[in-house]
């Protein structure tokens, strides 16, 4: 049941299977000769130096994966690192995942109780997150089949989702809400300083009203092919937002990114960096913090091999010329 709802999907799974098979169809056109030597992979982010441009994608419900739970998932990060964004519907709260060392930004879900997700926005600063990451492609909860399937509709007794915890103690449930405008996220700005990207952008209309919201960055995401199947492949809808976007505010994407092939196709295509979430999610169950801390490492070593051989010393070389479609 538990692995079903990490590696699942909404409907048929067409868009989870998407993000995967999209990159089957790209190819590296490497130059060479470029003397690229060792490699420099650092990449920085809203004043955040990181040794990679590979992040850590919010999921949910790490305690169903290893007893250590996100804060494992924070200290692997922490260790090979970079960033891990915590999900709103983690099982620990974000102080005891602050604990374990490393930067953090925090995901959000904008609740309809506007005085309560400026408390769990006020709580995500107390304990350090530098970034907020709005989520706004769910107004209805995704039709995840496999989950209905197993009756899987809420945590085992002991687990909760910590972060919705409002001041009386009670674990509120998480809504998605579908009278979510651009309005609300402006109002956030009253609420926080922190840097504000919005996650779920896959037209490019709608990343150049990110940018004229004041958006300080995009994340082109489907949301690993859980909420609407039938979505374009994030790496397909990729060169559209980040042109569109011009690099005024950082462009990531996630869906699909296995090998450091991946991230080097993603790079080129516009992104300025990349995040993980199943990938991060299997390392936890297998090895725990330090299955975390390999997995990316592994991640990040695979790019630095695949950009010696394509022709590039650091991400910002990673140009669209390199890839190609497979004929």
């Given amino acids: 049941m538990h692995a079903d709802f990490f590696a699942g999907g909404a409907g048929e799974e067409r868009t989870l299977r998407g993000n995967l098979a999209a990159y089957d169809r790209l190819r590296i056109v490497p130059r060479v000769l470029r003397a690229t030597g060792e490699r420099d992979l650092r990449t920085t982010l809203f004043g955040t ?51 374990a060392g490393g930067p953090l930004w925090f995901q959000l879900y904008p609740q309809p109780d506007l005085a309560f997700t400026a408390a769990v926005v006020k709580r995500a600063e107390a304990a350090g997150c530098r970034a907020l990451v709005v989520t706004v492609d769910s107004p209805v909860f ?10 899987f509709t809420d945590l085992p007794d002991g687990l909760a989702c910590e972060n919705m915890r409002d001041a009386t103690g009670r674990v509120r449930t998480v809504e998605m809400d579908a009278t979510l405008g651009w309005d609300r996220l402006a109002r956030l700005r009253e609420v926080t300083g922190l840097p504000l990207l919005v996650k779920g952008i896959l037209h490019p209309a709608d990343a150049r009203l990110a940018v004229e919201h004041g958006m300080d960055g995009v994340i082109v995401s489907n949301h690993g092919g859980r909420q609407l199947d039938g979505a374009i492949a994030t790496i397909d809808a990729l060169p559209a937002v980040a042109e569109t976007v011009g690099r005024r505010v950082p462009v990531l994407v996630d869906g699909g990114i296995r090998r450091g092939t991946d991230v080097l196709i993603a790079l080129a295509l516009g992104a300025d960096a990349v995040l993980v979430g199943r990938p991060v999610l299997e390392a936890l169950a297998a090895g725990g913090a330090r299955g975390v801390q390999r997995r990316l490492e592994r991640l990040t070593a695979d790019l630095d091999h695949a950009m010696a051989l394509a022709g590039a010393k650091r991400p910002a070389e990673l140009t669209p010329d390199l890839v190609a479609v497979a004929g």
Avoid: C, K, Y
């Avoid at 915590?86 to 974000?94: E, G, L, R, W």
């Fill in 142 to 151: 995704g039709r995840r089949e496999r989950d209905l399937r197993n009756r």
């Fill in 49 to 99: 130096g990181l040794s990679t441009p590979v992040l850590v994608a919010p999921t949910a419900f790490h305690l169903l994966a290893h007893p250590g739970g996100e804060a494992a998932t924070a200290e692997g990060a922490a260790a090979a690192g970079t960033v891990m964004v915590v999900s709103m519907a983690a099982t620990q709260p974000v102080e005891a995942i602050a604990a």
